[in-house]
């Protein structure tokens, strides 16, 4: 039996030729500090592209100015920054592989010195600001821009949209009851907390008919957090709405110690893929082909979302497969070095 990491796996027409995933890793590498993409991400991406990912995501990429996780983050606020991530988008394509960007807003972990937003205006640590609580207007601006984010990913030439709703920011802000105090349609029970995620989605699909993964933070770390049992009523709303996959990472809602280990965050897509029946990907100090074929043969996930790993080493797919006896087509340019 071939190694379940080298099949491929379909999300509506998009194809991946394996599970293997770049996970999306902020660069903080934008100068100047206007959101475009520089010559560092196009030798970042598209060598994780050559080097045999079947899935190639680009980081956090804010909808909005005000919603940068830091001043040398990516942006998609503009028609401006269009161009340059459609090199990416090409880039990637060309050693077939398939391409993705996350859409994010940073929210009240947004280190932008005019303003910052948040469900509640709870600051994250004494560290940070405390943030505006965004009015529905505010609020609609902000899924105007998600729209207008997916429109211009679209343009760009994407095969895969993820939305950011993990690690504390914006959309995370909105369905934690530790960040969210609101008392009217966005705030309370959990089916007012998931109601920005809901309509964000409805605004994207307007402007996007492709595949859509969804990131969460499925462990919040702090007692009076979203249980398992909510994260699989959100995942279960999704799956209704259209969500092709839930990518399941953990923590950074509010400060709290988490203990890392091999696979740690592995449970909770296992969890939320049987009890809401929905495609998950597994990310998390996953390290070697072996741990990632555990997981996929298991059924613990769908996908597997490598960020150190591949930092480390571009070429993992080919460790991998080495490591479970696949052979691995390699680039034309590589082929003598991979014999």
Request: net charge negative.
């Amino acid at each position: 039996m071939s190694a379940k990491l080298f099949t491929p796996i379909t999300f509506r027409n998009v194809t991946l030729k394996n599970r293997i995933v770049m996970s999306p890793m902020c660069m903080y590498s934008c100068e100047p500090e206007d959101g475009t993409i520089q010559p560092f991400h196009i030798a970042h991406y598209e060598s994780r592209a050559a080097g045999q990912a079947g899935l190639v995501m680009v980081e956090a990429t804010a909808v909005q100015p005000e919603g940068r996780i830091s001043s040398k983050d990516l942006g998609i606020w503009s028609d401006e920054q269009v161009e340059g991530l459609k090199t990416i988008s090409s880039r990637v394509h060309a050693h077939g592989a398939k391409s993705s960007i996350q859409l994010a807003h940073a929210g009240r972990k947004a280190e932008d010195e005019a303003k910052i937003y948040s469900a509640s205006a709870l600051a994250f640590n004494e560290r940070y600001r405390k943030p505006i609580e965004m009015t529905a207007e505010d609020i609609a601006e902000t899924i105007e821009a998600f729209k207008l984010g997916a429109r211009r990913a679209k343009q760009a030439g994407f095969d895969i949209i993820e939305l950011h709703g993990a690690h504390g920011y914006l959309i995370n802000q909105f369905l934690s009851p530790l960040t969210n105090k609101r008392t009217d349609q966005y705030g309370g029970a959990k089916e007012n907390r998931y109601r920005l995620l809901s309509e964000i989605i409805r605004a994207v699909q307007t402007e996007w008919d492709g595949p859509i993964f969804v990131r969460i933070s499925a462990e919040e770390y702090a007692e009076g957090g979203n249980t398992l049992e909510d994260f699989v009523y959100f995942a279960s709303q999704m799956k209704l709405q259209g969500i092709d996959l839930i990518d399941c990472s953990s923590g950074g809602v509010v400060p709290a110690g988490i203990s890392a280990y091999p696979g740690y965050q592995v449970p909770q897509s296992e969890a939320i893929k049987h009890k809401a029946g929905i495609a998950t990907g597994a990310v998390g100090l996953i390290t070697n082909g072996i741990q990632a074929e555990e997981i996929l043969q298991n059924q613990r996930a769908d996908l597997i979302f490598l960020a150190r790993a591949l930092l480390r080493n571009p070429y993992w797919a080919k460790s991998a497969a080495d490591e479970l006896g696949c052979q691995l087509e390699a680039p034309k340019q590589y082929q003598r070095g991979w014999m």
